[in-house]
């Protein structure tokens, strides 16, 4: 057991606030512990984790073979003594008020350990037993949730294809790529993809040439990302391959 878990106060040290352990004037170094109760029952529940990261931090600056584990371990041991006492205290007297809210305190804290708790140091049964459950319910809803997705997944998933007759696929590629610069009356575009790189995965994942899979890399040359693009990395279809232009409609009187 270390000589000094805790950093202590210093003398004189009046800040109402501080994570220190201890009294601003002289005190008996051997019953940090119960310092370091007392300190954490002023503390609220937000304050649980930067007071004992605090601590932490200086207990492992101190000792150079000083690990998480065993200063968790000192810590739940205090905290698992100090309940115990106050479960035992006599509920008939004066005190018993501030003894239950400081064991409401204690039981609070020793939440907050469980849940960084890496280790399962000195658990309970009981303690052990909740986890778990928290543990499987946690997983049941991720589970859940997961399996929602991947039913939405299913229901969009097709093995079908759309086949493009053989050697006119650059014909289909020539379509899309005037759908992307479609703009409507208001001069904004019909469509506009998240990225533009879905227009290939989806002629890639949906259609084929000639029943053949097409390469997702071969149809990523005639899709450029946007039109400030260097275009001498990709290809233009071929003049030969361009059949039909999309044109706006001709605007018919009611």
Request: hydrophobic fraction near 30%; avoid cysteine.
């Amino acid at each position: 057991m270390r000589p000094q878990y805790f950093k202590h106060r210093a003398l004189f040290d009046f800040d109402q606030q501080t994570n220190d352990v201890g009294f601003p004037l002289p005190w008996t170094k051997g019953n940090e512990d119960n310092h370091f109760l007392f300190r954490l029952y002023k503390k609220n529940k937000e304050q649980y984790e930067p007071f004992y990261q605090y601590q932490l931090n200086f207990f492992l600056g101190r000792y150079a073979d000083a690990s998480e584990e065993e200063f968790f371990n000192h810590v739940k041991q205090i905290i698992s003594d100090a309940i115990s006492e106050l479960i035992n205290k006599d509920r008939y007297t004066s005190k018993h008020v501030r003894e239950r809210q400081n064991r409401l305190k204690l039981q609070e804290f020793l939440d907050y350990l469980n849940s960084i708790d890496q280790w399962f140091i000195q658990s309970t049964d009981q303690e052990t037993i909740k986890r778990q459950l928290e543990e499987i319910a946690k997983l049941n809803a991720e589970n859940k949730k997961l399996k929602g997705e991947n039913k939405k997944l299913r229901e969009l998933e097709t093995k079908d294809y759309i086949d493009i007759r053989e050697g006119r696929h650059r014909t289909l590629y020539h379509l899309i790529l005037q759908i992307r610069e479609l703009k409507l009356d208001d001069n904004k575009e019909l469509v506009n993809a998240t990225t533009l790189n879905i227009w290939s995965k989806m002629i890639a994942k949906y259609f084929r040439a000639g029943g053949k899979e097409i390469s997702i890399e071969s149809v990523k040359r005639y899709f450029p990302p946007d039109n400030n693009t260097d275009n001498t990395k990709y290809k233009d279809v071929p003049q030969k391959d361009k059949h039909f232009t999309i044109v706006p409609a001709k605007k018919r009187s009611l």
